[in-house]
């Protein structure tokens, strides 16, 4: 027993090796081991141990996310085998429908209801959930307006559309748009403490809130526009198309819809172990391929972007806020939530560095559309062209 634990031991430090990080060593990315049961737990059960056993006090490292940063660009975790909880998923996800109508409430509500309290105080204002933009903002409250913005210019919106929110989460966006743009949103959440806290915190005219699975939302007249933000993740692969459906029936024919969502870089079955058993219960981080079969029909691909980079500095953000707010956090929710969130944030924001991870933003409109969609540069708005709008290659006035 006692050799194999040295084998163990042996294979996992010099995969670390490889990655340029040393076991008990100096720089703020090498992990300090407090346990020597890390090893044989990592090799078991890989993120899952890897996860919790950090959560549970076994290791301690000053900057995860370089840590995993380096462990993923290196590609240590093909040396490993592969781990019951990680099989397990990936049959699930075969077998079973992990994220139908009938779990997606239940799914929801695991993450966004149980870490309400504790979301609400680290997130900061505005309260959003979701990668922001920070391509010319210097603190997170600006990148997230200019995330809403971007995204309000993708969808050319103008005063007195009929906007449909898909996971509205607490209501900041749909409000923003709404003040800011003049259009009338709709928000639905299967989370029924969002909706309540969205109602009561963005009281007017044009906004409204729905608790409802997205599945069963219906509307007596189609909507303009619609968009999701941080919700494809939630839908699950055996979902997507009728998802795709629903939404053609709810937006109208010259509509325009979009979608921004966190991406894998490979097609593989299952999501993260850690992040499914103690973050999002029932997540499914869609690959291209998966997303590009369920919209194939009845759409067109207007814009593709990735914003990857972005998401690594959103998750270092909040990291940041939990920090600043560590002593409120431990006495309210304790240290293993604590633990938890520090891990988690800084576990995907290395995902996100080593480019695991992927953060897409997609336009889509209903094939075949009356116009041809724009993408927006940076200080303009999208716009809407004729088909037979095209330039002239013989006049330069029209390039």
Not at 43 to 72: M, N, P, Q
Not at 305 to 311: A, F, I, Q, S, V
Request: glycine share 8%.
């Amino acid at each position: 027993m006692a050799t194999a634990g040295r084998r163990t031991e042996t294979l996992i430090t010099a995969g670390l090796t490889r990655a340029g990080v040393t076991v008990n060593g100096p720089n703020p990315w090498d992990i300090r081991v407090l346990d020597n049961r890390l090893f044989r737990r990592v090799v078991g059960t890989r993120e899952l141990g890897f996860g919790d056993s950090y959560v549970e006090g076994w290791w301690e490292c000053d900057r995860i996310d370089e840590l995993v940063t380096r462990i993923l660009r290196t590609g240590i975790k093909r040396i490993l085998p592969p781990g019951i909880s990680g099989l397990t998923l990936a049959a699930r996800s075969v077998i079973t429908n992990t994220q139908g109508s009938e779990r997606a409430g239940d799914n929801a509500t695991a993450h966004y209801g149980q870490h309400d309290a504790l979301l609400r105080l680290i997130l900061g204002e505005p309260l959003v959930y979701s990668c922001a933009d920070w391509r010319d903002a210097t603190d997170l409250a600006d990148a997230q307006h200019a995330k809403i913005d971007r995204l309000a210019s993708k969808l050319q919106l103008r005063p007195g559309m009929r906007v449909l929110d898909i996971g509205c989460g607490w209501g900041a966006t749909a409000d923003y748009l709404s003040t800011r743009h003049g259009v009338i949103v709709v928000g639905i959440t299967p989370v029924a403490a969002q909706a309540t806290h969205a109602a009561r915190h963005h009281r007017h005219s044009d906004v409204s809130f729905v608790t409802t699975d997205f599945s069963n939302f219906t509307s007596p007249k189609p909507f303009d526009r619609i968009y999701s933000v941080g919700m494809v993740e939630h839908v699950g692969p055996k979902n997507l198309k009728p998802f795709f459906r629903h939404c053609q029936d709810l937006l109208v024919d010259d509509g325009i819809m979009f979608h921004q969502t966190i991406g894998r870089r490979t097609p593989r079955a299952s999501t993260d172990a850690w992040i499914d058993r103690r973050i999002f219960p029932g997540g499914a981080i869609p690959s291209v391929q998966q997303l590009s079969r369920a919209w194939s029909a009845g759409w067109v691909l207007e814009d593709f972007e990735n914003l990857g980079p972005d998401y690594d500095r959103t998750l270092m953000a909040w990291l940041g806020l939990l920090e600043g707010k560590k002593d409120q956090v431990l006495d309210q929710f304790g240290e293993e939530m604590y633990r938890t969130f520090r891990f988690y944030f800084q576990y995907c924001a290395g995902a996100f560095r080593a480019r695991e991870l992927q953060l897409w933003q997609l336009v889509l409109t209903k094939h075949p559309a009356p116009y041809q969609y724009r993408r927006p540069n940076s200080d303009q708005a999208a716009r809407w062209a004729p088909i037979d709008d095209h330039p002239d290659p013989t006049n330069p006035k029209t390039h």
